[in-house]
């Protein structure tokens, strides 16, 4: 198969060229394979190649409903026995791991066809995928923008064609943050519907979730229906859907009502593109047939965020204190940023950790309450457009603090943590949509209906109760069909026309 041929399809349609026998699992990889070589040093999407295992797998003729399709992982979460998992750190670059993760488990038995690895930000901590041992990932809109993150790397390689949907997860964003950057769709799953296990249950509480991001609804609702449901080691089963999700892709989601907001829940700035692309959604989604009334859910966005934090920071504690027990490495293997905000981690009580997740009862409370009145809440999924490389590092002045931070113990340098705190929230001032649905466990999705006047994607959010991914799923496919997005690709790249 041709790379311009390869580039035409989604993964369904790949999927049905080989079940047709119109094509096999094999050549469909090597289009895939030449596709990377063309793009990918221009944009550091793979940074872990598995050409050869790719190779291997799609020699099995590999079935299911998605058998022979090209797939990269995630290199986070998503482990493939026998090869390491980095999470974008220098001490685990050259670890492989033992075991398959659960997902990956469920990707191969879908027949899709693993050949490589993401770039992510060190332990996907990012709202950008720039870390020191890897390097940037770029955005295929514009090489000096980053594809977001923490699955920016598999953005950026589903943006730019080398596979029609790439592995990904979502801790505080990290699935709608770069599909929003890149005009991709990204659906977050709902608190315990695709397992973690086997080594995690339930990461941080149920925040992180695993996913996808792809070009088509259809794509996402395959692999999610491919992905969900528990396994032995999930902490407790949940209701399955009404239906299958691939069912949902073309069914009528009703008249809807739809809460929205173009303000940010920390107070901060949000750039006139975030706030036309929302208002922007609110008009097409009137034209639908669907009510749509300016509202939002009663949290209080900071101490929802604060709350975030005080987890964050303790599982970073807890994940560097681990890495360096396991493979006795030192502060040397890790990134500044990484040890700063494991002090952070270290320098709260047990006591603050419970009380602060005791607290996001609260918040899920408010949400529902929002719920029980509206379908879904819209808002932009990040405040601005993509931002530029580099654009979100830490300034010198916090760099020295950071030094002093974890040379000295956070106990004994109050007002340096209070200038990290400080630093942190401004950062978060880029992205400060997404947590609300992370910390409430509801699934929600990035869907890509702006482009801003410097040719720049800039999606916007839409968040469900519990649940509610079916319902998702069918929004998105009405406004997939009404604001057809995946014919728009990036410039430069060398794609045929109509694909």
């Known amino acids: 198969m041709r790379v311009d041929e390869y580039l035409r399809h989604d993964a369904v349609g790949l999927a049905e060229l080989v079940r047709c026998e119109e094509v096999t699992s094999a050549e469909l990889l090597e289009a895939a394979i030449q596709r990377a070589a063309q793009v990918n040093p221009e944009l550091n999407a793979i940074i872990l190649p598995m050409y050869e295992e790719g190779r291997r797998v799609a020699a099995t003729s590999p079935e299911g409903p998605l058998g022979g399709v090209p797939f990269l992982l995630k290199d986070l979460f998503q482990d493939y026995a026998g090869f390491a998992t980095s999470a974008g750190n220098r001490a685990l670059r050259h670890v492989p791991v033992r075991r398959n993760a659960e997902v990956v488990n469920r990707w191969l038995a879908a027949g899709l066809v693993p050949f490589g690895k993401t770039n992510t930000p060190e332990f ?14 770029r955005n295929p809109w514009n090489l000096g923008h980053t594809p ?3 699955s920016g790397g598999s953005a950026a390689a589903v943006a730019a064609g080398i596979v029609p949907a790439a592995g990904a997860n979502d801790g505080g964003g990290s699935i709608r943050i770069p599909a929003a950057c890149c005009g991709l769709f990204g659906l977050k799953p709902g608190r315990g519907r695709v397992p973690f296990g086997p080594n995690w249950g339930e990461p941080m509480h149920g925040a992180s979730v695993n996913g996808v991001i792809t070009r088509t609804v259809r794509d996402s609702a395959a692999l999610l229906e491919a992905m969900a449901g528990p396994e032995p080691t999930s902490p407790y089963p949940i209701a399955p859907p009404e239906r299958p999700y691939t069912e949902e892709v073309g069914r009528a989601p009703g008249r809807l009502r739809i809460g929205f907001t173009e303000y940010s829940p920390l107070g901060t700035r949000v750039h006139p593109e975030a706030v036309r692309a929302v208002r922007g959604a609110a008009a097409l989604l009137e034209e639908l047939g669907h009510e749509v009334v300016e509202a939002e859910p009663a949290i209080d966005g900071r101490a929802l965020t604060e709350d975030f934090l005080n987890l964050w920071y303790g599982s970073m504690a807890a994940l560097v204190d681990g890495i360096k027990a396991d493979t006795g490495c030192s502060d040397a293997d890790f990134e500044p940023d990484t040890l700063m905000l494991a002090a952070m981690g270290r320098s709260r009580t047990a006591a603050d950790y419970v009380r602060g997740n005791d607290r996001w009862n609260d918040h899920v409370l408010a949400l529902a309450e929002f719920h029980a009145q509206y379908d879904l809440l819209l808002t932009p999924t990040i405040a601005g457009p993509p931002v530029t490389i580099g654009r979100l590092d830490p300034p010198p002045w916090l760099r020295k603090a ?18 990290v705190t400080t630093e942190v929230m401004n950062n978060l001032a880029a992205t400060p949509f997404t947590l609300m649905a992370n910390l409430t466990g509801t699934p929600a999705m990035s869907v890509p209906l702006h482009w801003t006047q410097s040719g720049l994607p800039l999606g916007v959010q839409f968040i469900a109760a519990s649940a509610g991914e079916g319902l998702l799923l069918r929004l998105a496919a009405q406004l997939e069909e009404a604001s057809p997005w995946s014919d728009r690709r990036p410039a430069g790249f060398s794609f045929p026309a109509h694909v």
């Open 124 to 137: 996907g901590a990012k709202a950008v995928t720039e870390s020191d041992e890897f390097g940037p990932a």
């Open 148 to 150: 977001g993150g923490s």
């Open 402 to 419: 950071e030094r002093l931070l974890v040379r000295t113990g956070t106990e004994r340098v109050v007002t340096v943590t209070n200038l």
